[in-house]
């Protein structure tokens, strides 16, 4: 709900705002280019009369090669001029002051100029539009303040309105130091409107009407209604304050924790793994707690995959060079080894491949038991046990039950618990010595819900230097005899899975003691 009441209410103002503004300047500009062609409509029907009734209908002027811009209907003559302007339009540099020209004006073009300039002269003070009449040389003949005389050829849209072209263009206006910031009706505007309409005649072109005008900005029409502006403007600026306000508290404070967060994670930085505190919003602070906690996951999961494939690359690499060599002695010497000694080789051979076959078989279950599913399970732990120890006694181990706790039950399918168990009473009859003797016991953690099954010997125990190292994957003291040492490796993944533990016990008697420590159903 924060974000979308933040994110849709800056949206809609930010779209309002802006497509406001832009309606507006284009409406602006095209109602002062409308303003012009109208003005320019009439000018130049008047400066064509004038000239119609010294000329007629002959050869005056030049040959129209530009078509009318607008659409009409066939037949029609109606002969519409639309405003085209938009306030993105790309803005010409401002006009330079018209050099004079270097010929004279027509001399028809020149009377009639002069009989139309106080009436131009008349209208631009009332619509405080420039008004500029040429002939077809682009020599000033007419003009409602100043200019004549001089030339506006060297201007692409006199040029173009020469050969019966309209054009309407959006030209920069210079700073004055007279202008009046806001109370003139149009000073102090950055462009300046040009419409350029030629003087037509049937095909032929008998001069232009040049007119100019700055139109009123968006400021200008605010500042006209400025009263009723302000009032609307303070509620508004009110609202986005607030909601600027409730955003940076509720969102942007938290999202540029966040990021901060990820820029820790990333440089394996310590902040980069504890949650963000304080982030108001709940779902902030689920996000923050999971990137903390995905950040912990692949480090320790990277950190594991770098420690297995070293583990991995150093114990096949034994084997296999072991391979190699008897198999590059067989090729080279085979013909001159006596059957003892190639059997020898080839039995070398046959014990490591065997070897390579039980690490690949035990990696295999590594894997299954890395991407176990847990599932909802409930097992009795004191038939089980029973069960194991039987099975044990029948295969020459001597395993006794001890005290077990009546009715306790552990959340782990019972193939599992039993794998884990069996792999705990094996590990004990390799490593514990001749004679060796296993107990299992079983009973519950008391306050925390939870059980756990021990399982101890009396053998020779473990060394200190390897009681850090007995669950590190690959680590054996029995390799000779066929270990991989990732027995108590897949146990400890299988438990992973269900949220239960494999733990070494505190060396405080003979022997060695494991705990499976699961959580106890009820």
């Known amino acids: 709900m924060v974000f979308a009441a933040v994110g849709l209410g800056a949206l809609v103002l930010a779209l309002l705002g802006m497509a406001f503004v832009r309606v507006y300047d284009n409406q602006l500009i095209r109602q002062t280019e409308s303003e012009l062609i109208a003005q320019g409509v009439v000018v130049s029907g008047v400066y064509r009369e004038l000239l119609h009734e010294q000329v007629g209908a002959g050869d005056y002027g030049l040959t129209r090669i530009a078509p009318w811009p607008f659409p009409a209907a066939e037949g029609s003559q109606l002969r519409p001029i639309?405003?085209?302007l938009r306030a993105s339009d790309e803005v010409l540099p401002a006009a330079e002051e018209p050099p004079r020209s270097a010929i004279p004006a027509e001399p028809l073009a020149q009377r009639m100029g002069d009989r139309l300039t106080p009436l131009l002269v008349h209208v631009g003070r009332s619509t405080l539009a420039g008004i500029r009449v040429v002939d077809t040389q682009g020599v000033v003949v007419a003009s409602s303040s100043s200019g004549l005389g001089t030339s506006l050829i060297a201007r692409e849209e006199v040029q173009r309105a020469l050969r019966g072209e309209l054009r309407s263009v959006l030209r920069r206006r210079l700073a004055d130091p007279e202008d009046a910031p806001l109370a003139s009706l149009s000073r102090d505007t950055g462009v300046r409107v040009t419409v350029v309409l030629p003087v037509l005649e049937e095909d032929r072109v008998w001069g232009a009407v040049v007119l100019s005008r700055t139109p009123m900005t968006f400021v200008k029409a605010v500042y006209a209604d400025r009263w009723n502006l302000t009032a609307t403007g303070l509620v508004l600026l009110g609202v986005v304050s607030l909601m600027s306000l409730a955003a940076a508290t509720l969102v942007v404070r938290p999202v540029?924790?966040?990021?901060r967060q990820t820029r820790f994670i990333a440089a394996s930085a310590p902040e980069g793994f504890e949650p963000i505190s304080r982030p108001v919003v709940q779902e902030l602070a689920e996000l923050s707690e999971s990137l903390a906690g995905m950040a912990t996951a692949l480090r320790d999961r990277n950190q594991y995959i770098r420690s297995f494939a070293a583990n991995v690359s150093h114990e096949f690499k034994t084997p296999l060079a072991s391979i190699q060599g008897a198999v590059e002695l067989l090729r080279d010497s085979a013909d001159s080894m006596s059957p003892e000694q190639r059997e020898r080789f080839l039995s070398n051979v046959?014990?490591?491949a065997r070897r390579l076959t039980r690490l690949v078989q035990r990696l295999l279950e590594l894997a299954r038991a890395d991407s176990l599913v847990a599932r909802p399970a409930r097992t009795e732990v004191g038939p089980l046990l029973a069960s194991l120890a039987e099975r044990a006694r029948a295969q020459g181990l001597a395993v006794e039950v001890g005290a077990v706790s009546p009715g306790l039950s552990l959340g782990l399918p019972a193939e599992v618990l039993?794998?884990?168990?069996?792999?705990?009473i094996t590990n004990a009859s390799q490593h514990g010595g001749e004679g060796v003797r296993v107990w299992l016991e079983a009973d519950g953690v008391p306050g925390e819900g939870r059980g756990r099954v021990v399982v101890r010997d009396d053998g020779k125990g473990i060394s200190e230097s390897n009681r850090?190292?007995?669950f590190d994957a690959f680590f054996t003291t029995a390799r000779e005899r066929g270990g991989t040492g990732l027995?108590?490796?897949?146990a400890q993944s299988m438990l992973r899975a269900?949220?239960?533990s494999l733990e070494l016990l505190p060396a405080d008697q003979k022997g060695a003691a494991f705990a499976v420590e699961a959580d106890h159903p009820r």
């Open 256 to 259: 540029r924790a966040l990021v």
């Open 498 to 500: 269900f949220g239960a």
């Open 418 to 424: 039993e794998d884990i168990v069996w792999q705990l």
């Open 350 to 352: 046959d014990a490591d």
């Open 468 to 470: 850090a190292r007995v």
């Open 487 to 490: 027995g108590l490796t897949i």
């Open 82 to 84: 639309l405003p085209s």
